[in-house]
Structures are given as C-alpha cells and as structure tokens.
C-alpha cells in the first residue's frame, strides 16, 4: 500500500509539472474560466437584484394590504395581494425552472390565478435552449474541457510507444491512472470556483428575511457533492476510454461521442419523451376546461335546504333575523366550491407535471448530466417539485384571507340591508405570508441514485480496463 501512495504521488507530481508547462492546458483553462465567471457574475447579480426585489414588492404588499381603507370584506378578498416565491443562493447556480414557470401570483377571490413574470417568454428561443448559467457551464461545458486536457493521459502513451517502459518497469498503472484522474478533477474545480465564488456571495448579499429552507446545511452538502461526484465521473470516464484507445484520434473520438450523447441528446430525448408519456394540456385548453366547470350553476335546492337548516337551528323564520349573516356564508360556499373545481383541474394538470419529472428521471440512468441536473435543481429548490410546493402554498393562503373575510362578513348579521365594512383591524387578522418549503424527502434518491450507480460502474470500468492494460497486449 505505500508503494501504491509513494507512485501516486511521483505520478501526481510529474502530470501537474508537465500540465503547467502545456499551453494548451492554460488556453482551455483561460476560455473556461471566462465563460464560468461570466455566467457566475451574470446569475448571481440577477439572483441578488431579484431577491432584493421581491422582500420590497412583499413589503409593499403587505402595507398596502392593512392601509387599504374601510370597505366591504369581499371588495378586500377581490383587492387581493401578490405572492412572491423565495429562492436559495444555491438558485445563482442552477435556476431550474424559474424562468419558465413565474415567481409571483395574485392572490384574489374566486380565482386561483396562473404565476406571472417569466423571463424566458422574453427570451429569443435560442437563449432559451443554451442559456449560460453556471449550470450549464458545470454540466456541459466543464465536462468537454476535461475531454480536450485529459483525452491523451494514456492513448498518447500507447501511441509513442511508452506504456511498454512502463510495463516493463512493472509501474503500478492504477496509481497512476488515479493520479491523473486526479489531477483532471482539480482542473475541473478550478473552473467550478467562480459557480462556488457566486453562492457563497450572493448567500451574504441575500435580503434579512425568514429562512424558506429549513433543511439549507444538507442541501448545500447535496449539491456540491452532486457536482463532485459528476466530475469524478467524468474523470474515471476520461481514463477509461483513453486506456482502451490504441491512439489519440479514437480516444478522442469516443469521449467526444460520449460527451455529446449524455450532455446534448439524451437531455433532449428524455424531455421529448416525458412530454410524449405526460402530455400537458395547452394553457388554452386547461383554462377554458377549468371556467367550463366553474360556470357550471349551482344548486338553488340544497342552497334552499342550507338556508333552511340554518334558521332553525337559530329559531327563526326569516333570514334577516339570523344572529349571523347569510350572504357570508353564501360567499364561503361558493369559495368552496371554486376550490373543489381548481382542486381538481390543478390536482391533474400537477399530476402530469410530476409524472413528466419522474420519466425524465428514468432516462438519469443512461445520462449523468440527468442525473446531476435534477439532483442540483432540488438541491437548489429551483425544481419542478418545488415550486409546485409554492403554488400549493400561495393557494393555502389565498384561501386563508377569503375565509377570514366571509367569516367578518358572517360574523356581522344583515340588519336593514346595512353594508358590512371591515378596516384596519379586520386586514391585520390576515397574517403575512410566510412560506418554508419542506424538507429535502425520499424523491431525491431518484437523482442521487443513478449518479452514484454510474460512478460506480465507472470506476469498476476502469479498474478492469486498466488490468486488461496490465496483463494483456498493448494494442
């Protein structure tokens, strides 16, 4: 065993010298670094200027919300407030859907309203397909530069002729092969500092607010050992090919191949196929299906039997001498019926979009970045998932204020037809919204563990690789 150290260091020692005299290394390192620091700089200001955003526009909301003026209660419930999702620092990396599903929704009466303000509906559509976002750069691009410095490490060996020295001395090649995986996976790290540099400053930039991620210690562990993992993988992937390739041309035709199938296709294949398997109704369609059941008539009988029951559980004839007032009731009855409907249409259309999420999954088995990418974007609280937990939050609370405002209403009996009107302490009663999303549950094994079977199976493929290279012909 202190052998295998003493050549893993010789070995680490010999490929970082030569690598630091290689040109070409520091021209790859250069261009990635400037395309890494651009896209860090570009998302951690666009996170930090959001986020300060949005605890101004909820500020303003909330203050708008208590000095709205004496009115009646369900004008209030109709004034309504916008909802604004928070986001981790980890979002400066990977902002998942965000762009393309909202960040606020108005919360209003009988409406369960879509989320509003999508940067990428602004965005030409090219834009939208290769946004440069730290990401991205992690994913796809760090990986390519890895296969540009690291195609060689054994294929130039076997082509000049120098694994027979090193056979012949009897050289410990899975110490060297780890040496220079090694030293690839420092290389690769170098270029995740600036990802790491925009985290770590845009978490001290974030505006004074409550926490929304009760768990934030196990997400940041999770997301960068993701990343860790997926370049250690990369790197063992390197080795691989590069020690099964008789010359350089083919090594670095197969990693190339490789590397366009599991970052550029299969991402592409898995999302044409989860729609195909999930199809999403368009946003025309499920809008009118949903006003469709909303605008169907109520029924003026069981709402006569309501009525009914009610003045004589209170002893009364009339509605008018209710100790409670009607037209409140008949308000959260309606509420409540609108709920049932968007419960349902919304209940189906998540369901596809969950279902859509759990097939791109699948597909994490033949494609690391997958794999990576959706453990990342749930690391990060910028998933699918997630922000489903938001809609289904903001809708919680939405039908908080209408509940409290028609019990106001209820809570006034009609006397006279007299107008009900709440004020300042009857919008004080609505508490702010305050959302915290759940803690990071068993659906993030669907990401994890196909990542961590693919390194495995790398690393295995490279040990018996690296044996056959041992014991078996050269070419």
Request: charged share 15%.
């Amino acid at each position: 065993m202190a052998g295998w150290f003493t050549t893993f260091a010789a070995a680490w020692q010999a490929d970082w010298r030569e690598r630091r005299r290689d040109g070409r290394v520091a021209l790859v390192l250069v261009l990635g670094l400037a395309l890494a620091l651009a896209a860090a700089l570009l998302s951690a200001r666009d996170l930090r200027d959001t986020a300060h955003a949005r605890a101004e526009a909820t500020q303003a909301e909330q203050h708008r919300w208590l000095h709205q003026g004496r009115k009646n209660p369900h004008s209030a419930a109709h004034y309504g407030v916008y909802a604004f999702k928070p986001q981790s620092a980890l979002a400066a990396v990977d902002p998942g859907v965000e762009p393309y599903v909202g960040s606020s929704v108005w919360l209003e009466a009988h409406k369960q309203n879509e989320f509003v303000y999508r940067p990428a509906n602004d965005a030409p559509g090219t834009v939208r397909q290769f946004a440069l976002t730290p990401a991205f750069v992690l994913q796809v691009l760090v990986p390519l530069a890895l296969v540009f410095l690291g195609f060689g490490v054994w294929a130039g060996e076997r082509e000049a002729g120098a694994l027979v020295q090193l056979r012949l001395q009897s050289a410990r090649l899975g110490a060297l092969a780890a040496a220079r995986a090694a030293v690839l996976l420092v290389l690769g790290l170098v270029l995740a500092l600036p990802a790491l540099a925009a985290v770590l400053w845009v978490q001290g930039q974030l505006p004074a607010t409550a926490p929304a991620f009760c768990d934030a210690g196990l997400r940041w562990t999770l997301f960068g050992a993701g990343y860790l993992g997926y370049l250690a993988l990369w790197c063992l992937a390197i080795v691989t090919v590069s020690a099964a390739s008789a010359t350089l041309l083919r090594s670095l035709a197969v990693l190339m191949g490789l590397w366009a199938a599991t970052t550029l296709v299969l991402p592409r294949a898995a999302v044409e196929w989860a729609q195909s398997a999930a199809p999403l109704p368009s946003g025309a369609v499920f809008r009118q299906q949903m006003e469709a059941a909303l605008g169907e008539p109520h029924d003026p009988a069981e709402e006569k039997r309501q009525q009914q029951a009610l003045m004589q559980q209170h002893g009364v004839s009339r509605l008018e001498d209710l100790p409670v007032n009607w037209s409140g009731i008949s308000l959260q009855r309606g509420e409540e019926r609108g709920n049932a409907v968007f419960d349902a249409h919304y209940g189906r259309l998540f369901a596809a979009m969950r279902a859509q999420d759990r097939a791109v999954a699948g597909w994490a088995w033949l494609s690391p970045t997958l794999a990576v990418a959706g453990l990342s974007a749930a690391a990060a609280g910028s998933d699918t998932e997630h922000h489903l937990q938001f809609v289904q939050g903001a809708e919680a609370h939405r039908r908080l204020i209408q509940r409290q405002m028609n019990d106001a209403i209820t809570a006034t009996p009609d006397r006279n037809g007299q107008r009900v009107e709440g004020d300042d302490a009857l919008w004080s009663r609505v508490p702010p919204m305050r959302f915290r999303f759940d803690a990071l549950g068993p659906g993030l094994w669907r990401h994890a563990l196909p990542l961590l079977a693919l390194l495995a199976a790398m690393a295995l493929a490279c040990h018996l690789t690296l044996r056959r290279l041992q014991k078996g012909p050269l070419r």
